[in-house]
């Protein structure tokens, strides 16, 4: 006999309101169908002999449904990956996180794993840092994106019914600091003097429009509308999957026109007959002669969203712009400085004095 259920009975032997009754299942037309046999209020001895008249024919196959075999990691992983290659913009980066998680988990069971085994790799992981950069330290984010990947590859496992539930769904992702970097216009003059021209263009469309660098790497001419001043970006090119307008200023206009085209490529931005997609090394570079410090491309994007709401625009157009889906992530983004604090108060204080000033004047007049 099998292991006993989670009513301390034999496997297949439940109880109800009603008395004992057998509970398995059946194979009719290649379909697994459900068959419950009731016994009524008999004694459990009489119940369980029952049980075991059935139960050579059920072992046999006659009435239960053969098991699904265990679903190993990674195979879960690789179905995964397919999936990944279909829906994910991230999906290079999904390949090498998932490369080091079959590494460490190899094709154990998806059943078998833990929270406590998921946490124990993360902190073999912390431990190693980055292999590539002599172990470095890695952030709390980076460690949650190898979290998020394997809830990903445990979640597609039970989306397709290859696992009944998600075993580490609650393991609670670390908390992450986020940045709030932005440049001075002094530090935004002084890197673009040491950008070069393709540079320069780039970063300045990142600056003022928070556009994504994959999504200005990946900008064609065909996007680039230069009647209503705007850029469409589809659903393909964004990392949210969802299409959106960008506007232009018409110095980014006038910078767009004087960008050289290159008949061969539909990419704006290309260099000896070839798209762009990596400008990491001419970056970090121009940002070190400006003299920068703790700066990244990724926070030109924070600049543009400060700058927008500092100069009144309200959040929801900003989030259009950007392409924010969500407002707790688009705070993130949004940088309060010094000067906000500051410039409240004195909006405060002005908005007192204007108040103060008819009480003061009607003084004035009974005195």
Known sequence: MSRPNVHGL?????KDDKGYFLDYFIREGGLRKRKRVRLG??????AKQVLSQHTREIVAGKYLAEE?????????ADLFLAYSEARRKSHVNDLFMVKRLKGYFGNRPLSSLTPDIVEGYLTQRRKAGNVAFGGKPLSNCTLNRDLGVIKSIMSRAVF?????KNPIQKVRAFREESRDRTLTQEE??????YCSPRLSAIVQLAYWTGMRRGEILGLRWEQVDFQNKVVNLEAADTKTQEKREVPLTEGLLKLLKRTPRNLGSPYVFTYKG???RNIK???????????????RFHDLRHCAVTNLRKAGVNDSVIMSISGHKTYAMFKRYNRIDRKDRVDALKQVERQFDTDMTPALTNQEVKS
Do not use: D, H, M, W
């Open 274 to 276: 070839q798209r762009i």
């Open 10 to 14: 034999p496997q297949f032997l439940r």
């Open 281 to 295: 090394t001419g970056f970090r570079k121009a940002v070190r002669k400006a003299g920068i410090k703790n700066f």
């Open 68 to 76: 699904k075999p265990e679903v190993g990691f990674t195979e879960a």
């Open 160 to 164: 397709n019914g290859l696992l009944e």
């Open 41 to 46: 209020f008999i004694p459990l001895t009489q």
């Open 188 to 193: 935004y003059q002084s890197l673009l003097g």
